[in-house]
């Protein structure tokens, strides 16, 4: 109900937002386009004063779906989701990678970082690249880097091919064809096929759609043991040309200007970017001992042909054991935060998403030794704000959303 007395009008929360750290990142939203707002005791029913610049703020707000009669762009772009995870809309979804961000949350973050179409963010853990997708919807450049080919390259292949489309829906038309023939044939001379002909498709953008596809198929195939590989990498295929294609109708209908995506597999300790070029930062870091990226994606980076041995050792938070590995991870993070800060130009944000792991009873105090570096380093910690982790309970409950502000 409007607030005729006040000239107070309602802006609709979206339905699925329940956690206290996201209705933190509303409220943050609303006062980073300087809008006034009333929020009833149930937290579920916001009222607006006037937007100031209303059309700014359907296009990037990111926990509402309508404002003053009108619905936001972020409506439109979450219904283009095939998959039953409200979250893995358009090609988020692409690849089952675990420890992705939730993309509304960075879409909110990149508004309260106030970075504006045609700049730049970092994300130097970039995982599955819902950072970039998420800069690249809002028209915000992304310069992605993950040290995992298994992430550089899911990365790009969710933020490039809707430049390649037609391509790739040409060349699944002739591996249907080719496959087609491979009928009754064994399953390992089956996945050896697949994998010659998407090693043979010239365009790279292309060639790593399909290598993805494969990817996905390997790992259906270790977590559901009976699924046939043909049917399954086909089936995938299908699957990431509808939301491509999604996505391009998407674009079309709104002339969304995406932004530029940049991705590139590294090592962020040290960066490959000139100092002062960034204006925002948000990523979150390995963990030291939650998750084992190297164990977790071991399919997929052995398909891609690497030793898993020989590359863990470039893999931050999972080489060593007991104390030495908690030391190496701490000096591992000083390094990377003294090349986020080495990057990031003045009075720009950079966020990070961190929590404190245990080990034996013990607390890792990785946020305050994040808070401390961050502070000696001359940035201010605007908000510290809580949020729960869903997935690694036994590990780790929660984490802190960390938004610091470089001030000199
Ligand atoms: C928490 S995950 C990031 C997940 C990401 N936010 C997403 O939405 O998918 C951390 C990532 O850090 C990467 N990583 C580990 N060591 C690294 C290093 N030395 N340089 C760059 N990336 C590294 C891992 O491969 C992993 O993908």
């Not at 926990?63 to 972020?74: E, N, W």
């Not at 997708?133 to 915000?140: D, F, S, T, V």
């Not at 690497?306 to 863990?312: G, K, S, V, Y």
């Amino acid at each position: 109900m409007n607030d005729s007395r006040n000239n107070f009008k309602n802006i609709e929360l979206f339905w699925n937002v329940q956690f206290i750290y996201e209705l933190v990142l509303a409220q943050l939203e609303l006062q980073s386009f300087d809008v006034e707002y009333k929020v009833s005791e149930d937290f579920r029913n916001f009222s607006v004063k006037e937007i100031t610049n209303l059309e700014q703020f359907l296009s990037r707000t990111a926990y509402f779906g309508s404002a003053l009669s009108r619905s936001s762009l972020y409506n439109d772009i979450t219904s283009k989701n095939i998959t039953r995870s409200i979250n893995q809309y358009l090609t988020h979804w692409f690849y089952p990678y675990k420890g992705k961000f939730h993309p509304q949350m960075i879409r909110a973050l990149i508004n309260y970082m106030k970075v504006k179409e045609g700049e730049t963010i970092l994300d130097p853990f970039v995982g599955s690249g819902t950072a970039a997708l998420e800069a690249q919807l809002l028209g915000i450049n992304c310069i992605g880097v993950d040290v995992s080919e298994v992430c550089s390259l899911i990365s790009q292949v969710k933020t490039n091919s809707i430049y390649y489309i037609d391509d790739i829906i040409y060349n699944q038309i002739e591996i249907e064809e080719e496959l087609g023939k491979l009928q009754g044939h064994q399953e390992e001379e089956i996945s050896t096929k697949i994998s010659q002909i998407t090693s043979s498709i010239e365009k790279p953008e292309v060639r790593n759609f399909f290598k993805v596809s494969e990817l996905i198929a390997h790992s259906d195939k270790i977590r559901r043991r009976k699924k046939d590989f043909r049917k399954s990498f086909l089936k995938n295929s299908a699957k990431m040309i509808t939301s491509v294609s999604d996505y391009a109708d998407l674009q079309k209908n709104h002339k969304l200007k995406l932004g530029k995506v940049d991705i590139y597999k590294g090592d962020s300790r040290e960066l490959k970017l000139n100092s002062n070029s960034i204006d925002g930062i948000v990523s979150s870091p390995p963990y030291s001992i939650a998750l084992d990226y190297v164990e977790n994606d071991k399919h997929a980076l052995s398909a891609l042909g690497h030793d898993i041995e020989i590359i863990r050792n470039d893999f931050i938070g999972v080489r060593g054991k007991g104390k030495n590995k908690i030391s190496s991870y701490n000096k591992d993070m000083e390094k990377i935060y003294l090349e986020m800060d080495r990057v990031l130009k003045k009075d720009k944000y950079c966020v990070i998403i961190i929590g404190n792991a245990r080990i034996n009873k013990e607390e890792i105090k990785t946020v305050e030794m994040t808070i401390n570096q961050f502070q000696n380093m001359g940035y201010k910690l605007e908000r510290n704000i809580d949020k729960i982790i869903f997935g690694l309970y036994n590990i780790m409950q929660k984490e802190n959303i960390l938004i610091f502000k470089k001030e000199r």
